[in-house]
């Protein structure tokens, strides 16, 4: 089981970047989070939109028609729908984003780690 385990651990640590890389690796996982920060910030506005879209429809059709007929709800249905099923989508991707944050928080930690290891005693993780 031990040999197992040091396997798995071995090829965790044989995927992070060098530690002489660090600030590159820095560099780099800041744009890649913040390119995913600004995919987020569009991917909520569409729930929004849907949202909006069904408010206004029922509203202008309360006001110009009266109560809404069956072809107005139907149509505010599917805007709100599409809505949840936006939302959903997006909350689903934020969660990703911050996992993707802490996974690579850690991963900076690790390589830290092993950049002082290998300046104070040589030794490797």
């Given at each position: 089981?031990?040999?197992?385990?040091?396997?798995?651990r071995d090829?965790?640590?044989?995927?992070?970047?060098?530690?002489?890389?660090?600030?590159?690796?820095r560099?780099?996982?800041?744009?890649?989070?913040?390119?995913?920060?600004k995919?987020?910030?569009?991917?909520?506005?569409?729930?929004?939109?849907?949202?909006?879209a069904?408010?206004?429809?029922i509203?202008l059709?309360?006001?110009?028609?009266?109560?809404?007929?069956?072809?107005?709800?139907t149509?505010?249905?599917?805007?709100?729908?599409?809505s949840?099923?936006?939302?959903?989508?997006?909350?689903?991707?934020?969660?990703?984003?911050e996992?993707?944050k802490?996974?690579?928080?850690?991963?900076?930690?690790?390589?830290?780690?092993?950049?002082?290891?290998?300046?104070?005693?040589?030794?490797?993780l």
């Amino acid at each position: 089981m031990e040999q197992k385990s040091s396997s798995m651990r071995d090829k965790l640590l044989a995927r992070l970047p060098q530690p002489e890389n660090l600030e590159g690796y820095r560099e780099e996982t800041a744009s890649l989070l913040a390119k995913h920060e600004k995919a987020l910030f569009w991917e909520k506005l569409m729930p929004q939109i849907f949202s909006g879209a069904a408010l206004a429809v029922i509203v202008l059709t309360g006001s110009i028609v009266g109560p809404p007929a069956n072809n107005v709800k139907t149509a505010f249905l599917i805007l709100f729908f599409l809505s949840m099923i936006y939302t959903v989508s997006y909350n689903v991707s934020r969660s990703k984003v911050e996992l993707l944050k802490e996974i690579k928080q850690v991963q900076l930690q690790v390589l830290e780690l092993q950049a002082s290891l290998q300046k104070g005693g040589g030794h490797s993780l």
